[in-house]
């Protein structure tokens, strides 16, 4: 069975249910994938004993059949496997009926463990109204105290966040707004240093700098 062969492990699970070894069908099944999933749980399903036909809802789980898984726990009252089954489809639908089921049996402390293992995938308002039609607003109470928590730290960081992005706004709006000034160009040299001495040539006394100073007229 090392080399996982179809053929071998489905004679090997074929003898385990005949010898009712459902334990070591169930280490058989995890252990060597390689077998007919749905055939084998659709022959479980119908066996005498409960570990066997649990060991059928748990392979019709790791097919994604969650209906079907969650239908034969509650046919044997694994309610425990069940809520779990649900749970993990995150179907929203398949822990409704789940939680329909427990009502109309009146289960109403599975009702309520329900409500928690399947927390992420139920709406608020439609427990407070199941529970308000059958008059067991005492079982589901304590999922709403949690969930009326859980909405009000939602709004909580909800304000703290557009408060702060509301001061923030604010402190950019009161920054002064600085001007940048450019330097004032100088006209005829394009905005670049003047060529040396042309402030000494432009204001040199007369007779400085290279003009011929006045000589009169000679006699």
């Not at 409960?50 to 392979?59: C, D, Q």
């Not at 402390?109 to 439609?126: E, G, K, R, T």
Request: proline residues 4%.
């Amino acid at each position: 069975q090392n080399l996982n062969n179809k053929a071998v492990n489905e004679a090997l699970n074929g003898l385990l249910i005949s010898e009712e070894d459902f334990q070591g069908l169930k280490t058989s099944i995890d252990a060597f994938d390689n077998f007919d999933n749905i055939q084998l749980a659709q022959t479980l399903e119908k066996h005498e004993l409960i570990e066997f036909r649990r060991i059928a809802a748990y392979l019709y789980k790791g097919n994604n059949r969650w209906g079907q898984s969650v239908a034969l726990c509650k046919k044997d009252n694994l309610f425990k496997d069940a809520m779990e089954y649900a749970a993990e489809s995150k179907n929203a639908e398949v822990a409704e009926d789940l939680l329909a089921y427990f009502l109309e049996h009146k289960a109403y402390d599975c009702f309520a463990a329900c409500l928690f293992q399947c927390y992420d995938l139920l709406h608020p308002d439609v427990i407070l109204e199941l529970a308000w039609k059958h008059n067991i607003m005492d079982f589901a109470m304590p999922y709403l105290i949690q969930v009326m928590r859980e909405y009000t730290s939602k709004v909580d960081k909800l304000e703290e966040a557009e408060n702060q992005r509301a001061t923030e706004a604010k402190e950019e709006n009161n920054k002064p707004i600085v001007m940048e000034t450019q330097p004032q160009l100088m006209i005829g040299y394009g905005g670049g240093a003047p060529p040396p001495g042309a402030y000494n040539q432009q204001y040199a006394a007369p007779g400085v700098g290279g003009m011929p100073s006045y000589q009169g007229y000679s006699m």
